[in-house]
Nanobody, 124 residues
Framework: QVQLVESGGGSVQAGGSLRLSCAASEFTYAYMAWFRQAPGKEREGVAA????????SYASSVKGRFTISQDNAKNTLYLQMNSLKPEDTAMYYCAAKRGGGSWYPLSPSTYNYWGQGTQVTVSS
């Protein structure tokens, strides 16, 4: 059973930083990503990458502030979030996709596996 477990969420003031982690039970995926969903809003792609590759994709709203990375030895995906803003407040989810088929990095429908989420709250 594939498992993705997020951690690292919390409450922080605007301008602060957090690092989210996503521990995977296996790292045989081809692609992984971070999504977020605020109350009353649709789930949106934040950042994505190719496992073992260098290509990354970011939402325009987080580009230059967030960095997605991977540690293959630890089967862990990270999201470093700097210069946080109140509008970054949301539940953050880790997602994964095995190889095959088209990859739309920030599209939720691309991904087959999801974690339970970790809450990020940014106060002004």
């Amino acid at each position: 059973q594939v498992q993705l477990v997020e951690s690292g969420g919390g409450s922080v003031q605007a301008g602060g930083s957090l690092r989210l982690s996503c521990a995977a039970s296996e790292f045989t995926y081809a692609y992984m990503a971070w999504f977020r969903q605020a109350p009353g809003k649709e789930r949106e792609g934040v950042a994505a990458l190719i496992i073992g590759g260098s290509r990354t994709s970011y939402a325009s709203s987080v580009k230059g502030r967030f960095t997605i990375s991977q540690d293959n030895a630890k089967n862990t995906l990270y999201l470093q979030m700097n210069s946080l803003k109140p509008e970054d407040t949301a539940m953050y989810y880790c997602a994964a996709k095995r190889g095959g088929g088209s990859w739309y990095p920030l599209s939720p429908s691309t991904y087959n596996y999801w974690g339970q989420g970790t809450q990020v709250t940014v106060s002004s």
